[in-house]
């Protein structure tokens, strides 16, 4: 076990670590002035309508990086300091929720694969922790039901292993579309490029700490007769 909670300490310091940094990146870079004037909600209007997507509402949420795109009532969701800033970061932000209503216009297909779990993620997860825990406790006498919290758990850790092409596609379309649209130039391009590399690095250790979790679940149930 030692082995694991060396593993499991370093991503929980590297989480902290990269989330630590796109807290950083996203202050620096809503200081900065896109140049053009042009708002988050600005951007995505335009990147949905040079798409050929007329039918996804641009639309104001509450919080902070609360950012989202919505399949089900086709809405990109963005959060008030992006929705209005006319910053570096609120124009990359906006462009990548809008990378995933490109992705879906377009049948992605890992979106769709993610879309199709969002069910059994969203089931599994309301009840996975009471089930391991009951698991752990009952391991000697009834493992089946730590088998069980592990199938749910595994649900979990697949959808995100399977949100880290989806994420990283979007940024992909975002950036192309912020520099063949010309809403970014050479100066600050870079900096809408460093903000979603950022955000994208919270997803893989995210699927990798969710892996190593799933692996001690594992090595419980494995030892179970130790």
Known sequence: MSTYWILFIGIALLSYLVQANLEHKFKKYSRIPLGNG???RD???????DNGIYDVRVISTPGRLTDHYNPTDKTVNLSEGVYTS?????AAVAAHECGHAVQHAA????????????PVVSAASK???????????????????LLAGIILFASTTLFSFITL???????????AWLNRAGVTNASNHGQARSALASAAYTYVVAAL??????IYYVMIYMGRRD
Request: hydrophobic share 55%; charged share 15%; proline share 5%.
């Open 38 to 40: 042009m708002t988050g």
């Open 43 to 49: 951007v995505a209007e335009k990147m949905l309508h």
């Open 86 to 90: 006319d910053s570096v970061a609120a």
């Open 107 to 118: 049948a992605y297909g890992p979106l769709k694969m993610r879309s199709s779990l969002v």
């Open 127 to 145: 009840w996975v922790t009471w089930v391991l825990l009951a698991g752990i406790l009952l391991v000697q006498t009834f493992p089946q039901v």
């Open 165 to 175: 092409p989806v994420e990283i596609d979007a940024s992909r379309r975002a950036l």
């Open 209 to 214: 700490s969710s892996l190593a979790t799933l």
